[in-house]
């Protein structure tokens, strides 16, 4: 599966918009871009997926670029609960459904 | 729907002992992951099964660690014996399928002392 680079932290205010980068460079033509989030002392938790369409949700937007080369996590009105480590994950069939995760971004939302 | 459930949800140990780590899916989910996450570092897969069958178990380390899912329903993760780097948060997920999200349980925390 293709690897992912995303920064390691992010800082938004309460109330904005948080908009996570996530680069996938070298992603192929069948693999899906994922994101979860971790807040601290819980388990990964699913947010949103998509192929090559942008996606929404209750949680969050996902754009992904038309050479599908990244992607950006959208949260339209961040609140402090929000306060996590998102990763992005890019999972294809050769993967037989496993999720490798990276580092992540820290995102921290100020009051 | 109920969520993946583990228990427990804490446990310390002292090296060379053993300790085991038990797992419940979302109902009706055939696909089960075990993961071990080390404080700082995101998840890495131990292994996973597809009913009670193992799929993919290239980063268990099986001179210690081995797993199980009778029935292809609950599972066990167990370690014997532990060591010091062997102190993570170990989270079992579960999928309805392949193409499907993972949900995650909240996991273990296993301190070895």
């Known amino acids: 599966d293709a690897k992912t680079t995303q920064p390691p932290s992010m800082d938004c205010a309460e109330g904005r918009a948080a908009n996570l980068p996530c680069n996938h460079s070298?992603?192929?033509?069948?693999?899906?871009v994922y994101w979860y989030r971790q807040i601290h002392s819980q388990g990964p938790q699913y947010i949103i997926h998509?192929?090559?369409n942008n996606e929404t949700n209750e949680m969050a937007s996902l754009i992904i670029t038309e050479d599908r080369k990244s992607s950006t996590l959208i949260l339209p009105h961040a609140t402090l609960r929000d306060t996590a480590v998102y990763y992005c994950?890019?999972?294809?069939?050769?993967?037989?459904?496993?999720?490798?995760f990276g580092q992540g971004t820290i995102l921290t939302v100020h009051p | 729907e109920a969520g993946v459930a583990q228990s427990p949800r804490y446990k310390i140990i002292e090296k060379r002992q053993s300790v085991a780590f038990w797992c419940n899916p979302i109902?009706?989910?055939?696909?089960l992951y075990w993961y071990q996450q080390i404080l700082g570092q995101g998840p890495k897969l131990l292994i996973q099964?597809?009913?009670?069958?193992?799929?993919?178990d290239s980063q268990l380390p099986k001179d210690r660690f081995s797993a199980e899912r009778l029935k292809g329903v609950d599972s066990t993760l167990k370690i014997q014996p532990a060591k010091l780097e062997d102190s993570a948060v170990y989270l079992c997920?579960?999928?309805?399928?392949?193409?499907?999200?993972?949900?995650f349980g909240n996991g273990t925390r296993l301190t070895v002392t």
């Open positions: 997920a579960s999928s309805f399928s392949y193409n499907s999200p993972l949900h």
């Open positions: 070298t992603i192929s033509g069948n693999e899906y």
């Open positions: 998509g192929l090559k």
């Open positions: 994950i890019v999972r294809g069939e050769s993967s037989y459904g496993k999720l490798t």
């Open positions: 109902s009706g989910h055939a696909t």
């Open positions: 099964f597809q009913n009670n069958g193992v799929v993919d």
